[in-house]
């Protein structure tokens, strides 16, 4: 293993650009919420000081009303759109920015990087303590549809064409989007990206937010895309929890954040289908969206036991050699190499590993960060790979797949 993790240290360092770190050079050439949070964990195992100034650099784009972008625009960059310019975002937040924000992973990764090292963490988790919690109240005020979260584009639920949005996208007309040139099918293969028709909207749904001066309260009723999300939600409810166990190690009142614990609690029960399984809502349309993506899994992570989970992901290891695919083998959906709607996810089998072990599914747990260490073992630390084969797609040198390497699966 020790070539591997020199390797998966080299991709961190390549990646930094002092302070924060890409995802990927070229596909994805700047500050990325949530794969950040991922790359300050993966720094923690060998640099904690690193660690913390990769979640430091990143709150330093928090908009006044508590909202963290999804991407910061530190120093242009032309091979990357939308940038600032489409965005339309100035005045608003402290650097430039998009204008939505990405699943709150960041208050979990601080609270294990602190227990890691508590002096070292002391201080930075201090300042950053009342930063999250503005950030997981603006998530409870304006992206919460009865203890469901939801989102009002694609991209802020990071998982960007996975079939849970697909009702929702189905009723947009892009009309008047205008023309534009994505960069991304130029650093990447077309096949294992969005479609056109996706990217259609998702530039018209950032434009249409744009025309609402992304004002809080108006975006939140009046986006026609509103789904709410598994990820979302339990990703939200863990981050509440974990800030709940900072706030008592710092001595901070934790009453609010129980309270939204709760409420996302009751929430997330409400994803769970007739099936059994937890999936998303289309709000608008008020019905569940039908689809077993890795997203379903992430109920233990949220601390919600599923008998029925549970034997969907005995159906997902008997199915593939590399669990756990981003849509169930089998469905209409399913497509092994295109993005969120098949592939394997490195980051979400660590969050899923994560839930399995709390919850006391220890050989499920184990079965699958040994299968996630295989697959990065035999083909290297992509963005994401086909689950049936293990072949690398996406972007390569992938910061958040090193950072799963070096903090869970080796
Ligand atoms: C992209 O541009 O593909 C990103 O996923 C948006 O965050």
């Known amino acids: 293993h020790l070539a591997l993790d020199q390797a998966a240290r080299a991709i961190l360092r390549k990646n930094d650009r002092g302070g924060y770190t890409l995802p990927t050079s070229g596909l994805y050439p700047y500050q990325w919420n949530w794969d950040s949070a991922f790359a300050a964990w993966g720094f923690a ?24 972008p999804h ?62 919690v503005a950030w997981h109240r603006w998530f409870m005020r304006w992206r919460n549809a009865d203890g469901m979260i939801f989102i009002t584009h694609p991209w802020e639920g990071g998982r960007d064409n996975a079939p849970d949005w697909d009702s929702a996208m189905q009723a947009i007309d892009p009309v008047g989007v205008g023309d534009y040139t994505r960069r991304d099918t130029a650093h990447v293969d077309a096949s294992m990206r969005p479609t056109k028709d996706d990217y259609d909207r998702y530039i018209w749904l950032v434009q249409r937010a744009r025309g609402l ?3 809080d309260a108006a975006v939140a009723q009046d986006q026609p895309f509103k789904v709410a999300d598994p990820l979302m939600t339990f990703v939200l409810l863990r981050a509440n929890r974990d800030l709940a166990a900072l706030a008592d190690a710092l001595g901070e009142d934790r009453a609010e954040l129980d309270q939204w614990t709760a409420e996302l609690t009751a929430g997330a029960e409400k994803l769970r289908n007739t099936a059994g399984v937890f999936d998303g809502f289309n709000l608008n349309a008020g019905h569940h969206t039908g689809s077993v993506s890795n997203a379903s899994f992430l109920c233990w992570y949220g601390h919600l036991d599923s008998a029925q989970m549970l034997d969907e992901l005995h159906q997902a290891f008997d199915q593939c050699r590399y669990p756990v695919p981003s849509q169930k083998v089998g469905s209409d959906w399913f497509n092994a190499k295109r993005y969120w709607r098949g592939p394997t996810w490195g980051i979400v089998n660590m969050l899923i590993g994560l839930g399995l072990a709390d919850m006391g599914h220890k050989a499920e747990a184990e079965e699958l960060r040994a299968r996630t260490a295989a697959l990065m073992a035999e083909h290297g630390f992509a963005e994401y790979y086909d689950p049936l084969t293990g072949d690398p797609a996406g972007g390569g040198s992938f910061t958040w797949t090193a950072a799963v390497w070096l903090a869970w699966a080796s």
């Open 213 to 215: 001066g992304w004002d």
């Open 71 to 132: 991407i910061l625009f530190h120093k242009p960059d032309p091979g990357y759109f939308p940038g600032p310019d489409v965005w339309g975002t100035e005045g608003k937040g402290p650097i430039p920015s998009s204008g939505i924000s990405q699943p709150p992973v960041a208050a979990t990764f601080a609270r294990m990087i602190y227990d890691k090292n508590p002096d070292a963490g002391r201080n930075p988790m201090a300042a950053l303590f009342p930063k999250l």
């Open 45 to 68: 195992q060998f640099d904690i000081e690193r660690a913390w100034l990769e979640l430091t650099t990143l709150f330093s784009g928090q908009w006044p009303n508590g909202m963290l």
